[in-house]
């Protein structure tokens, strides 16, 4: 009764802010281009062919699944991060019921987690969250005795590759527990290769399907060859960017760092097994983090759940117990606070929504030229409105900023052959996103030579101007056939 008390309890804590935060509307960011390209999936258009984008398969394929099973769009944004902060949280009181004999650092661990995975844009739902449980629950199989859990933590140390490729850096390590964790060189031997018969399966399924669907070499160049390409394409230099954005995209998890050094220091925790297994894992997650040179924030979240495992563990160590209910709470108020930024984001989402009104207002109307464009602002008004984008690149911002591109594809082409097809509507900020590190002169220049040539000023949109939406003119055609 009292570890089903702590599961539920671990669960709301989890849970609870989530829940609340799925009640906002917050329909920005890169998530929709992930329900696009899924359901474009379910339509017969796999990933890579049709709609591009430089994440795994595996992203587009909960999209797919969960919008099969009759999610919109729109909910899967709130409902998939839900499913997977729950399961995380599960994941990480399993991990700690099994390495530390500690119910109560789980339950600790699974509330840290909840509140925290909110503190570094977790509101929205993020690759790196969509393969939190993955990788907790692989790491959760890894250590186990039998064969069928090695098994078991390849194939779920597999699924979180294919949805985020830094979950490597993890699932090598989550192999080496595995591998380590035998009694003798036989033992280490099967459990190894019980790992790698784990890993191949859903990796050798997806293969499959893609190759089937003639995706699977566009597949490895997105997701290798042109991510690759893109971790080391920044205009910052590796330990300029290490010493700008590491500091800063760690702040939000400043009070578990203290706890886990509170833990480490305790020296008799420090020697636990366990506890050596989730250093490890810190390590390991710190590495992909490094690499990234934590330019963005979810970059830095897979380092929650080892630092949470820790944290949970000093806390339900600590005899004091006014004082572990009280730095418990404390952290969980400091993750909510530094969440809050997401609570005025309300006028963001009326620009995104009043953009949306204005083109769904207006494509009732009979016109000339079909689909939407959206040069350099939210792919979701694709979701919103219904408008299919006018080019396979859905988030344009690959296609118009200086990033890599999939093999023989010239920039200025395509972008001309996107505005080539005339689409009936376009989307365009007045001013460059990313501090002008963005779009360079030479397409912004071409975009308002074509829009000045063939479209006509729909509505400027937002109390500073931000966002101009254009209609084709009538009588324009396409100069080049739609795709």
């Known amino acids: 009764m009292k570890a089903r008390a702590l599961i539920l309890g671990a669960l709301t804590l989890a849970l609870a802010p989530r829940a609340a935060i799925a009640l906002l509307d917050r329909p920005y960011h890169d998530e929709p281009v992930y329900a696009l390209i899924g359901a474009a ?7 890579y062919l049709g ?11 909960l999209y797919a699944v969960a919008q099969a099973l009759g999610a919109s769009a729109l909910v899967c944004l709130w409902l998939l991060p839900m499913i997977a902060a729950g ?14 004999d500690a119910p109560r650092a789980g339950a600790y661990a699974a509330g840290l987690f909840g509140a925290f995975s909110l503190a570094a844009e977790g509101m929205r739902g993020p690759a790196v969250l969509l393969a939190a449980p993955f990788l907790i629950w692989s790491m959760r199989f890894a250590l186990a005795p039998r064969r069928r859990d090695a098994c078991a933590a ?31 060189g036989r033992t280490k031997a099967s459990r190894a290769g019980g790992f790698f018969l784990g890993a191949a399966a859903p990796a050798l399924a997806m293969a499959a399907i893609l190759f089937a669907q003639g995706a699977l070499v566009p597949a490895f160049e997105a997701v290798a060859s042109v991510a690759l390409a893109r971790a080391t394409f920044h205009p910052v230099g590796f330990w300029e960017g290490l010493a700008l954005y ?30 050596q297994a989730a250093m490890m894992w810190l390590v390991a ?33 600590t005899e004091a117990t006014a004082h572990r209910r009280a730095l418990a709470c404390l952290s969980v108020c400091y993750a909510l606070a530094f969440s809050s930024h997401e609570l005025l984001m309300g006028y963001y989402t009326r620009l995104i929504r009043e953009t949306a009104q204005t083109i769904d207002a207006r ?12 040069v350099d602002f939210e792919p979701s008004l694709h979701v919103l409105t219904g408008l299919p984008p006018a080019t396979g690149f859905v988030f344009a911002l690959h296609l118009n900023c200086p990033f890599p591109l999939p093999r023989g594809v010239d920039r200025m082409t395509e972008i001309a052959a996107v505005m080539d097809r005339a689409p009936r509507f376009v989307v365009i900020r007045a001013e460059e996103p990313y501090r002008g590190v963005c779009m360079e002169p030479q397409v912004r220049a071409f975009y308002a030579e074509r829009l000045k040539e063939s479209y006509e ?6 109390r500073d101007n931000e966002v101009r939406v254009y209609e084709l003119r009538q009588g324009m055609a396409p100069r080049l056939r739609s795709r």
């Open 246 to 275: 590491l500091p800063w995209r760690l702040a939000p998890y400043l009070p578990l760092v203290a706890l886990c050094g509170f833990a480490l220091l305790r020296g008799s925790l420090a020697r636990e097994g366990g506890a």
């Open 154 to 184: 390849g194939s779920l140390a597999a699924c979180a590759c294919l949805v985020l490729q830094s979950s490597a850096f993890e699932a090598v390590l989550a192999c080496a527990l595995t591998s380590l964790s035998g009694a003798d």
């Open 285 to 317: 997650a710190l590495a992909g983090a490094i690499v990234q040179r934590a330019v963005h924030a979810p970059y830095v979240m897979p380092l929650l759940p080892p630092l949470c495992l820790l944290a949970g563990l000093w806390l339900a160590r």
């Open 41 to 47: 999936w379910l339509d017969g258009s796999p990933p």
């Open 87 to 100: 399961a995380s949280a599960l994941g990480l009181y399993a991990i700690a019921r099994a390495w530390f």
């Open 457 to 462: 000023l729909l509505r400027v949109v937002g």
């Open 363 to 374: 494509a009732q109307t009979p016109g000339v030229g079909m689909g939407l464009h959206v």
């Open 51 to 61: 709609l591009w984008d430089v994440k795994p398969p595996g992203l587009f394929a």
